[in-house]
């Protein structure tokens, strides 16, 4: 077998024809939303890489903190031969992990952008000769098969990212992992935990602007694909903690009144001057909660790290 093998669960235009439909679903409703996906074309992912190393962005380091000094325990009580690692990215702190299970093992990467898997692959094959990959491109949220692969398997879904997911699709998400996995398997994720709201704001709103134009690329997305006419600078990057929901919210508040054309769609969207688009929400968690979200997806909860400074954690569960 050949070390590297990328398979295609994704028609090639369905990408496209989703990014419709919630585009489609998300301007035409009060309030206006998106869903946090579509900020990841190339520019979005490398505006999102450069926001995991601003000072106030702290969710990444502290992940990185808790998979160097886990990684051992990870490794010892999932007996992994197979790493499923969902929304994988860069892969830059999987090698945290494959560096502490032993060969020969199996990484199956599941992204929805082909340039981030082969990429991640490339670095990840020249520092580990007998690691065999099979990346997928595929919408993680859609993964219903996996390739055959040596149990037991861990799946990891690092980084919070369950944090961008509304409650009720989180439920039915770790049903659906939970139902790809066999006895043995385990599952580690990793959430970002409720903590100070100047703290949590300062992450998403940081005086140097990234996060703003990450914010805003979504509306670049939209005017490249969709041929509309959005002008970014037309919209103020707006980050807030919602304390009833315990996540943030970041939006887009339009600056004056703003008509935005979308003839693919063949839509026009009027936004009145200050009307806001919310473009993500990004859930933080407490341990009972994660305990509770795990359980009602029919896995056993088991260990729960944090960094030093207990702001975030990673979760270990069985299948
Ligand atoms: C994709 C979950 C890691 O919600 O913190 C970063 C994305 N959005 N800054 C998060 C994000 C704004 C991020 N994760």
């Known amino acids: 077998m050949r070390p590297f093998q990328l398979t295609r669960t994704l028609p090639e235009d ?25 900020f990841y074309d190339a520019r979005g992912s490398e505006l999102f890489e450069e926001i995991t190393r601003l000072p106030d962005y702290y969710p990444t380091r502290a992940e990185r903190e808790i998979l160097a000094a886990r990684a051992a325990d990870i490794a010892a009580a999932t007996g992994a031969h197979t790493l499923v690692e969902l929304g994988s990215g860069s892969s830059e702190k999987t090698r945290l992990l494959l560096d502490a299970l032993p060969a020969p093992l199996t990484y199956i990467p599941v992204d929805v952008s082909e340039s981030a898997l082969t990429g991640a692959a490339d670095g990840l094959l020249a520092d580990h000769p007998d690691l065999r990959v099979h990346a997928l491109i595929a919408d993680f949220t859609r993964v219903l098969e996996l390739p055959e692969a040596p149990g037991p398997r861990l799946v990891a879904f690092l980084g919070g990212t369950i944090g961008n997911l509304l409650p009720a699709e989180r439920a039915e998400f770790l049903t659906s992992v939970r139902k790809l996995m066999a006895p043995g398997d385990s599952l580690l994720i990793g959430t970002d935990l409720v903590k100070e709201e100047s703290v949590l704001v300062r992450a998403y709103d940081d005086p140097t602007g990234v996060t703003a134009a990450f914010n805003k690329n979504v509306l670049d997305v939209i005017d490249r694909e969709l041929d509309a006419d959005f002008d970014p600078d037309d919209f103020d990057h707006v980050a807030l903690w919602n304390r009833e929901e315990e996540w943030i919210e970041m939006r887009l508040r339009a600056r004056r009144d703003v008509v935005v054309k979308i003839p693919e769609l063949d839509l026009v969207v009027p936004f009145a001057a200050g009307e806001e688009l919310r473009t993500e929400i990004s859930a933080k968690f407490r341990e009972e909660g994660v305990r509770a979200e795990l359980s009602a997806a029919g896995f056993v909860p088991g260990h729960w790290w944090t960094d030093a400074a207990g ?8 299948a």
Do not use: C, I
């Open 14 to 38: 369905a990408t496209g024809a989703a990014l419709r439909a919630d585009v489609l679903h998300g301007l035409t409703r009060a309030p206006k939303s998106l869903p946090p996906k579509w």
């Open 311 to 318: 702001r975030f954690a990673l979760s270990l569960a069985t």
